[in-house]
């Protein structure tokens, strides 16, 4: 079983979730997280997963505001032991339901090439050309709430 939780910024489950998104993100890729972008992070709203047999923060992204209408879907991470169990799935349903409430009318977020796939079987479909940013080629997708 799991939980989805809201996640304070600066806290220790923030910590865990910060390095939930390097290792499953960016040390593949061979980049470095930049504390420099965490002062953005301060105003978006970070969600976990958390695992309820041991309370481990086995999950998470982040929700950004973009416009009164659209909200951004940001780094979403599921550790690689549960990656396919359907974690990633249940953020994304609950990044969902929550923009859905709060009026958003549209979901956007960068998808990585190899992940394109899954986006579109939640519904999502891609939007312009595709495009590099830091040396990874990225999807635009789009989901309409």
Known sequence: MHKIIDIDFGSTR???LVELRYKVLL??????????????????LHVGCIDNLDN????????????NDTI???QVAVADKHQGSGVGRE???????RAEKSGYKKLVMHAMLNVVGFW???GYTQEGDI?????ITFAKMVKQI
């Open 91 to 97: 953020l994304v349903a609950h990044a969902e339901k």
């Open 27 to 44: 040390e593949p890729l061979g980049l470095k997280f930049l504390d420099s972008h965490r002062d953005k992070e301060i105003n978006y």
């Open 120 to 122: 579109e079987k939640l």
């Open 56 to 67: 481990t923060l086995i999950g998470g992204m982040m929700l950004i505001p973009l416009s």
């Open 131 to 135: 495009f590099e940013e830091k040396g």
């Open 14 to 16: 923030y910590e865990e």
């Open 72 to 74: 951004r879907m940001m």
